[in-house]
């Protein structure tokens, strides 16, 4: 039966073309993923984040009429926009309306970088500079030390449409070595296809917005195999 282990929403920018892939390329046998889409108008400047929640209940009504088991607010930035406690603040409006389990990218990158006992942490965006602000804060709010933080040279692309040796390069240069772990972030960005050789070249754990958002979920749901091909993150089985 498809589904047969779990139905997770997943709730994405309405720009978003890159989750839906890569959640299905890591999704272990038996879990399907269900999305929905909230409206993202780049025009608006930062006050698409805002908007982004404003039609928040009907998206989440609609995810419970496919009977999912747990809800991912899945967008970085749309999660911590409004700086520490707001993920919190955003997954609560989900829960009251699913009572279902629910997390967000942003919760899920927290928890994951605890998880490695990573405490500073080198960060690659596609965002502006006044959006990684808003996110070195609240990586700092959460003591995280943010040992540098930058964004894509994306050489005239979208950065959904960036190729791998792109992004390889550019992590490799990401700059000073004194990091515990490195932070791909956006879920929008591809990136699950690089993180087992970027870890490889750089010798530490690489995560990504999708990935982290991925590894939670699967704690939420009990699944406790690991899944390959997707940094070591991935690779670690979750208790039960």
């Known amino acids: 039966m498809i589904g ?51 039609d928040l209940a009907k998206e989440v009504e609609k995810l419970g009429h496919g009977k999912v088991v747990a809800i991912a607010f899945t967008c970085t930035t749309g999660s911590l926009y409004g700086g520490k406690g707001y993920n919190e603040w955003v997954e609560e409006r989900i829960r009251e309306v699913a009572q279902i389990s629910v997390t967000s990218t942003s919760s899920a990158v927290i928890e994951a970088l605890q998880n490695l006992n990573a405490r500073k942490v080198s960060v690659l965006t596609p965002y502006s500079s006044e959006v990684n602000e808003l996110e070195k804060k609240f990586l700092e709010s959460h003591g995280f030390r943010v040992r540098s933080i930058s964004t894509l040279d994306t050489h ?14 550019q992590v490799k240069d990401i700059g000073p070595d004194d990091f515990d772990a ?12 690089v993180l087992g050789r970027l870890e490889i070249a750089l010798g530490k ?10 590894w939670k ?4 749901v009990g699944l406790t195999e690991p899944i390959e091909g997707f940094g070591s993150l991935l690779r670690e089985a979750s208790a039960s």
């Open 156 to 169: 005239g692309l979208r950065h959904s449409d960036i190729d791998e040796d792109l992004l390889l390069d």
């Open 182 to 193: 490195v932070f791909l972030s956006c879920t929008g960005l591809p990136t699950i296809t």
């Open 4 to 54: 047969f282990k779990a139905r997770i929403g997943l709730l994405i920018p309405s720009t978003n073309v890159i989750a839906e892939a890569e959640f299905y390329a890591m999704a272990p046998p038996g879990v399907t993923f269900h999305f929905g889409r909230l409206e993202h108008r780049p025009e608006l400047g930062l006050k698409k984040y805002e908007n982004m929640v404003k």
């Open 217 to 220: 979920l699967k704690k939420m």
């Open 205 to 214: 754990p690489v995560i990504s917005s999708n990935q982290a958002t991925m």
